[in-house]
C-alpha cells in the first residue's frame, strides 16, 4: 500500500496535468519506444521552440488527468511507452512536429491526440498535420479576397483606354 505521500505527490501529478490538458488547444499522444538521445533531444528542442510542452508520464497517472478534463476516449490509447505533446497556442504545431519524427523515426508512432476537448486517432492527427501554416492560409484568403477586385480594376482601365483613344483620334484629324 503506497504511503500517503507518495499518494499526495501523485494526486498533484495528476491535478497539474488536468490543468495543462484542460488550458491546452490540442496535444498528441506518442509511442516514443526506440528513439535515439539525440533524436529525442532535437524533438524536444523543435517542440519547445513551437510553444508545445512534450512530457513522458505513467499511463495512469495520465489516464486520470483525462478522465478529470473530460478526455476519457484517449485512455485506449495509452499502453506502452507513451509520451504527451500538448499545446496551448498552436493547436497544430504538435501535431506536424510529431507526424515529422515518426515519419523519420520507425518505431516512433503518433497513438492518437486531442483538439478543442474532442479526442481523434492518428489518422485525423496527421490530417492536423497537413495544414498549412496560418501564414500560408492567411496569404490564401487574401488573394481570394483581392483577386475579383483586381479583375475589376482592369476591366475599368481598359474601359478608360479605350474611351481615351476614341476621344483623342477626332482631336488628331481637326
Keep these: 500500500m503506497p504511503s500517503n505521500k507518495i499518494l499526495e505527490q501523485k494526486q498533484n501529478i495528476v491535478k497539474e496535468l488536468a490543468e495543462k490538458l484542460r488550458n491546452a488547444q490540442a496535444g498528441v499522444v506518442v509511442n516514443y519506444q526506440g528513439i535515439t538521445v539525440e533524436a529525442d533531444t532535437q524533438?524536444?528542442?523543435e517542440l519547445r521552440a513551437a510553444?508545445?510542452?512534450?512530457?513522458?508520464?505513467?499511463?495512469t497517472l495520465t489516464g486520470r488527468a483525462c478522465d478529470?478534463?473530460?478526455?476519457?476516449?484517449?485512455?485506449?490509447y495509452l499502453e506502452g511507452m507513451t509520451a504527451i505533446a500538448i499545446c496551448g497556442?498552436?493547436?497544430?504545431?504538435p501535431a506536424k512536429?510529431?507526424?515529422?519524427?515518426a515519419e523519420k523515426i520507425?518505431?516512433?508512432?503518433?497513438?492518437?491526440?486531442?483538439?478543442d476537448g474532442a479526442v481523434i486517432d492518428a489518422a485525423k492527427v496527421e490530417e492536423?498535420?497537413?495544414?498549412?501554416?496560418?501564414?500560408?492560409?492567411?496569404?490564401r484568403i487574401l488573394g481570394s479576397l483581392i483577386g475579383p477586385v483586381q479583375s475589376l480594376a482592369y476591366a475599368l482601365q481598359s474601359v478608360v483606354d479605350k474611351n481615351g483613344e476614341e476621344a483623342a483620334a477626332p482631336a488628331a484629324e481637326a
Design 51 to 59: 510553444g508545445v510542452e512534450y512530457m513522458v508520464m505513467k499511463n
Design 128 to 139: 492536423l498535420a497537413a495544414i498549412p501554416p496560418k501564414e500560408v492560409l492567411i496569404g
Design 68 to 76: 478529470e478534463v473530460g478526455l476519457g476516449d484517449m485512455k485506449q
Design 43 to 45: 524533438l524536444r528542442r
Design 89 to 93: 497556442e498552436d493547436p497544430i504545431a
Design 106 to 115: 520507425e518505431s516512433f508512432t503518433v497513438k492518437a491526440g486531442f483538439i
Design 97 to 101: 512536429i510529431t507526424k515529422a519524427y
